[in-house]
C-alpha cells in the first residue's frame, strides 16, 4: 500500500518544526544574515526542542533496516519546515549537530558511547550539547593518486593529520571536526580513513583554521578552512564504521543528499506561496495580476516543481529507511537530490521574476531564495555528480566519480563493493 501521509510522530515532529521556522526564524531572516550567524538565543532555543536527535537509533545501526526504520523520512520532513522558515537559518541551525550524525553512522560501539552523548546532551558540565563539524572537502583534488590530499600518517599508537580542509560547515567553531583523511596513497579510495579530532582550534595542537569562505547565498552559515599540520590523533579516535568503514560513509552521504534536498524543496515551497501570495494581492486592469495567463500557468509550473521534488525524496526517503543500501537506492537519493537542486532554482528564479522589480531588492525575500538555492545546491554534491551516478546505475557502468566537493566519495573498487 503507497501512502502520502505521515505517521502521527512524523506529524508532531513536522508540526513542532513548522510552528519554529514561523516564529522564531522567519521574523529574523534579514537580521541574521546581516550578522552572519544565527542569535544565541535562536540556536538555543532550536537545541531545546530536540529535534538533531528524533531519528537516531538507540544502538549502532550499521545499516540495519529495523533499528533505522522511518528515521530518514522523517528528517526530512523536519528539513523541509526549517528550510521553508529560512534556508541559510536551517542550515547553520543544525551546523553544530553536523557530526552527530556522521558518528551515529561510522563510530563502533565504544566510539558511539564516547563521542555521541556529549554531541547531543552537552557534558555533565556544560550547558548544551557540543558543536561538531565534518571536513570531508578539498579546494583542489590532488593528481598524485586517487582520494583525498589530506594525510594521515601512521605512528605509534595513532597517525598524524596533515593537510587543508575546505567548504567546512561550523569550520573553527566546533569541539569535535569528523576528518576524512588518506591513509595509504597507494590503495586511492581503499586506503582512506574517518578521524575524529577533539578540541577546537587554538586548543587542539596541530589543527587552525584558515580562511572563512565568501559566499553567495547563505550568509549565515560560517563555512571556511580547517588546515592540519601533523595533528596526532589517537588510534580509538579513528571510526571504522562497524568493520566496513565504506558502506558506512555511503550511508553517511546518501543522508547528506537527502537532506539537501529536503532543504531544497522547503525553499521552493517557500518562494512558491510568497509569489502566490504576491501576485493575488497585486492588482493590474482591475484583477490580480494572477489572474493573467502568463503569470498563472508559471505559478501552476512552480507548484509541480514543489509537489515532484517532495515525492521523489520522499520516495527516496523511504527506500534508504528499508534498506539495504544498494544501486538502485543510491540512485533515487541522486535523483532526490539533483531534481530538488532544479526544481528550487526554477522556483525561485520564478519568483523573482513574477515579482517584477521588487524581486531583485532586499524588501522582499525572493531574492535572498534565489541566492541561497545556488549554494545550498553544492552542499550535497554538484548536480553533474548526480547525473554521472544516476546514470553509471542505469548503464550498469562500474562507478568512476572522481572525488570533489560532498560527492559520492567512494568511487572505484571501494563503491564497487558496496553497490554489488
Same mark, same amino acid.
Given at each position: 500500500?503507497?501512502?502520502?501521509?505521515?505517521?502521527?510522530?512524523?506529524?508532531?515532529?513536522?508540526?513542532?518544526?513548522?510552528?519554529?521556522?514561523?516564529?522564531?526564524?522567519?521574523?529574523?531572516?534579514?537580521?541574521?544574515?546581516?550578522?552572519?550567524?544565527?542569535?544565541?538565543?535562536?540556536?538555543?532555543?532550536?537545541?531545546? /526542542?530536540?529535534?538533531?536527535?528524533?531519528? /537516531?537509533?538507540?544502538?549502532?545501526?550499521?545499516?540495519?533496516?529495523?533499528?533505522?526504520?522511518?528515521?530518514?523520512?522523517?528528517?526530512?520532513?523536519?528539513?523541509?519546515?526549517?528550510?521553508?522558515?529560512?534556508?541559510?537559518?536551517?542550515?547553520?541551525?543544525?551546523?553544530?549537530?553536523?557530526?552527530?550524525?556522521?558518528?551515529?553512522? /561510522?563510530?563502533?560501539?565504544?566510539?558511539?558511547?564516547?563521542?555521541?552523548?556529549?554531541?547531543?546532551?552537552?557534558?555533565?558540565?556544560?550547558?548544551?550539547?557540543?558543536?561538531?563539524?565534518?571536513?570531508?572537502?578539498?579546494?583542489?583534488?590532488?593528481?598524485?593518486?586517487?582520494?583525498?590530499?589530506?594525510?594521515?600518517?601512521?605512528?605509534?599508537?595513532?597517525?598524524?593529520?596533515?593537510?587543508?580542509?575546505?567548504?567546512?560547515?561550523?569550520?573553527?567553531?566546533?569541539?569535535?571536526?569528523?576528518?576524512?583523511?588518506?591513509?595509504?596513497?597507494?590503495?586511492?579510495?581503499?586506503?582512506?580513513?574517518?578521524?575524529?579530532?577533539?578540541?577546537?582550534?587554538?586548543?587542539?595542537?596541530?589543527?587552525?583554521?584558515?580562511?572563512?569562505?565568501?559566499?553567495?547565498?547563505?550568509?549565515?552559515?560560517?563555512?571556511?578552512?580547517?588546515?592540519?599540520?601533523?595533528?596526532?590523533?589517537?588510534?580509538?579516535?579513528?571510526?571504522?564504521?562497524?568493520?566496513?568503514?565504506?558502506?558506512?560513509?555511503?550511508?553517511?552521504?546518501?543522508?547528506?543528499?537527502?537532506?539537501?534536498?529536503?532543504?531544497?524543496?522547503?525553499?521552493?515551497?517557500?518562494?512558491?506561496?510568497?509569489?502566490?501570495?504576491?501576485?493575488?494581492?497585486?492588482?493590474?486592469?482591475?484583477?490580480?495580476?494572477?489572474?493573467?495567463?502568463?503569470?498563472?500557468?508559471?505559478?501552476?509550473?512552480?507548484?509541480?516543481?514543489?509537489?515532484?521534488?517532495?515525492?521523489?525524496?520522499?520516495?527516496?526517503?523511504?527506500?534508504?529507511?528499508?534498506?539495504?543500501?544498494?544501486?538502485?537506492?543510491?540512485?533515487?537519493?541522486?535523483?532526490?537530490?539533483?531534481?530538488?537542486?532544479?526544481?528550487?532554482?526554477?522556483?525561485?528564479?520564478?519568483?523573482?521574476?513574477?515579482?517584477?522589480?521588487?524581486?531583485?531588492?532586499?524588501?522582499?525575500?525572493?531574492?535572498?531564495?534565489?541566492?541561497?538555492?545556488?549554494?545550498?545546491?553544492?552542499?550535497?554534491?554538484?548536480?553533474?555528480?548526480?547525473?554521472?551516478?544516476?546514470?553509471?546505475?542505469?548503464?550498469?557502468?562500474?562507478?568512476?566519480?572522481?572525488?570533489?566537493?560532498?560527492?559520492?566519495?567512494?568511487?572505484?573498487?571501494?563503491?564497487?563493493?558496496?553497490?554489488?
Amino acid at each position: 500500500m503507497i501512502s502520502f501521509a505521515p505517521e502521527d510522530d512524523q506529524q508532531i515532529a513536522m508540526d513542532l518544526s513548522r510552528k519554529f521556522a514561523a516564529e522564531a526564524i522567519r521574523p529574523h531572516l534579514r537580521a541574521w544574515e546581516q550578522a552572519g550567524a544565527v542569535a544565541p538565543e535562536g540556536q538555543a532555543a532550536f537545541d531545546a /526542542l530536540g529535534l538533531c536527535a528524533l531519528d /537516531l537509533p538507540e544502538s549502532p545501526a550499521f545499516g540495519n533496516a529495523d533499528e533505522a526504520a522511518r528515521r530518514m523520512t522523517t528528517l526530512c520532513l523536519v528539513h523541509e519546515e526549517l528550510a521553508f522558515g529560512d534556508a541559510g537559518a536551517a542550515v547553520a541551525l543544525w551546523a553544530p549537530h553536523g557530526a552527530t550524525h556522521a558518528v551515529a553512522e /561510522l563510530a563502533d560501539r565504544e566510539q558511539w558511547d564516547r563521542l555521541l552523548p556529549p554531541l547531543v546532551h552537552g557534558p555533565a558540565d556544560s550547558a548544551g550539547p557540543l558543536r561538531g563539524a565534518v571536513a570531508y572537502s578539498e579546494r583542489v583534488p590532488t593528481g598524485l593518486f586517487a582520494g583525498f590530499s589530506t594525510l594521515a600518517v601512521p605512528q605509534r599508537n595513532g597517525y598524524a593529520l596533515s593537510g587543508r580542509k575546505s567548504f567546512v560547515v561550523n569550520a573553527g567553531l566546533a569541539d569535535l571536526t569528523l576528518v576524512f583523511a588518506q591513509i595509504n596513497p597507494d590503495a586511492g579510495w581503499d586506503g582512506f580513513g574517518v578521524f575524529a579530532v577533539t578540541g577546537r582550534p587554538g586548543r587542539r595542537e596541530g589543527m587552525r583554521v584558515g580562511e572563512r569562505h565568501g559566499l553567495l547565498g547563505l550568509d549565515t552559515v560560517t563555512v571556511g578552512e580547517l588546515i592540519f599540520e601533523e595533528c596526532f590523533v589517537p588510534e580509538e579516535d579513528r571510526l571504522r564504521g562497524g568493520g566496513a568503514i565504506g558502506a558506512a560513509v555511503q550511508r553517511y552521504l546518501a543522508r547528506v543528499q537527502l537532506v539537501g534536498a529536503a532543504r531544497q524543496v522547503g525553499l521552493s515551497r517557500a518562494a512558491y506561496e510568497y509569489a502566490l501570495s504576491y501576485t493575488q494581492d497585486r492588482r493590474a486592469f482591475g484583477k490580480p495580476v494572477a489572474h493573467f495567463q502568463a503569470i498563472a500557468f508559471t505559478l501552476a509550473d512552480m507548484l509541480m516543481d514543489v509537489e515532484a521534488a517532495r515525492w521523489l525524496l520522499w520516495r527516496a526517503a523511504a527506500v534508504v529507511d528499508r534498506g539495504p543500501l544498494d544501486r538502485a537506492a543510491c540512485s533515487l537519493c541522486a535523483q532526490a537530490a539533483a531534481h530538488a537542486n532544479e526544481a528550487a532554482w526554477r522556483t525561485a528564479d520564478n519568483a523573482v521574476q513574477l515579482l517584477g522589480g521588487a524581486g531583485y531588492i532586499q524588501d522582499f525575500p525572493v531574492e535572498k531564495w534565489l541566492r541561497d538555492t545556488r549554494v545550498l545546491s553544492l552542499l550535497s554534491g554538484a548536480d553533474p555528480l548526480h547525473h554521472e551516478f544516476i546514470a553509471e546505475a542505469e548503464l550498469g557502468i562500474p562507478p568512476t566519480s572522481l572525488a570533489g566537493g560532498l560527492s559520492y566519495g567512494l568511487p572505484g573498487a571501494a563503491l564497487q563493493a558496496v553497490l554489488s
